[in-house]
Every structure is written in structure tokens, then in C-alpha cells.
């Protein structure tokens, strides 16, 4: 089973940086996509930036303020984010989408929660 931790959520003041990572295990696939999404509370998950064989695909609202990287040799990716607002404040998914066994699957990880205070 491929499974998803994420960890660097923290509660932070408006204007500082956070670097979220997100650590794979489990058989290997071929992977189509991976990335982040966030979810505030009572607000729907919405996706933060993601990275596929199309290319990196950033948030409009966040564009400016991330950075998503895969760590060389591993199956690990990061979320460098900078300038956090208060609006920034959520939990944040480690998503990945690819193939195992020929089967199209998705996963997500449980999230990390980032709260920013103003």
C-alpha cells in the first residue's frame, strides 16, 4: 500500500516561512502527478501546486508565495512557502496520483495543519 506522511505543519505568525514535506512509502508506481492541496475549515480542498509530466501547475492565489520540489533520489517532495497570511491557514494534503499494477490509483496522505495568526 503506498502511503503518504506529511509533516512541517505549524502555527506561525503572518509574514514567516514553512516548509512542508511529504514522504512516500510503499511498492513503486509510476506516477502521474503529485502535489499538495489544503483545506480550511468549512471550505472545500482546494489544489496548492502540483507536479506531473505536464509540468508544475501553482495555485493562482499562492503562485507567488511557493515552491514545490522533489528532493533528487527520492520520493519526497516539499512545499516551500513564504509570506504565510492568515488566509493561508489550513490543513495541507500530500496527494499522488499514478499507476500501480496497471490500475490508475490516487492517494493522500492525513495533513498537516498550518495555522497562521496575524
Known amino acids: 500500500q503506498v502511503q503518504l506522511v506529511e509533516s512541517g505543519g505549524d502555527s506561525v505568525q503572518a509574514g514567516e516561512s514553512l516548509t512542508l514535506t511529504c514522504a512516500q512509502s510503499g511498492p513503486a508506481l509510476t506516477v502521474y502527478a503529485r502535489g499538495w492541496y489544503r483545506q480550511a475549515s468549512g471550505k472545500q480542498r482546494e489544489l496548492v501546486a502540483l507536479v506531473g509530466t505536464g509540468g508544475t501547475n501553482y495555485a493562482a492565489t499562492v503562485k507567488n508565495q511557493i515552491t514545490i520540489s522533489r528532493l533528487f533520489g527520492s520520493n519526497t517532495i516539499t512545499l516551500q512557502m513564504h509570506s504565510l497570511k492568515p488566509e493561508d491557514t489550513a490543513v495541507y494534503y500530500c496527494?499522488?496520483?499514478?499507476?500501480?499494477?496497471?490500475?490508475?490509483?490516487?492517494?493522500w496522505g492525513r495533513g498537516t495543519q498550518v495555522s497562521v495568526s496575524s
Open positions: 496527494y499522488l496520483t499514478g499507476a500501480l499494477r496497471q490500475k490508475e490509483q490516487e492517494y
